[in-house]
């Protein structure tokens, strides 16, 4: 498995217009072959960036999503940099252990 966590600095009173962003196109990457899972994490303090997980099956599939027709329509139409309070960071892992709760 191959995790991407996007930490997204949102800045006061533009929370509502991010979390919508993502509602509005829940559903479309999960079309796209490899992907796994997408949560979009609220931070509880305001220091504190949203965090966008998607776990996909591998590297390339998440490197053939960033090629794809769809992540172009998904970025095609961007906040204003007025929403955002700093700069963005992408940060991917390959997984090497996982433990889940079974039943």
């Known amino acids: 498995m ?14 509502e217009t991010f979390e919508e962003r993502f509602r509005k196109r ?15 994490l609220r931070p509880e303090s305001d220091e504190a960036p949203y965090v966008v ?10 490197e053939a ?7 172009k329509l998904a970025h095609s139409n961007p906040m204003p940099k007025e929403a955002f309070d700093g700069e963005g960071k992408l940060e991917m892992h390959e997984v090497i ?5 079974s039943g």
């Open 26 to 40: 829940a559903g479309q990457i999960d079309q796209q072959p490899g992907f796994v899972r997408m949560e979009v």
């Open 53 to 62: 997980l998607t776990t996909w099956r591998d590297k390339a599939s998440f």
């Open 97 to 101: 252990v996982a433990s889940e709760q």
């Open 65 to 71: 999503w960033v090629g794809s027709e769809d992540f």
């Open 2 to 15: 191959f995790i991407v966590a996007n930490r997204v600095p949102v800045a006061a009173g533009w929370e």
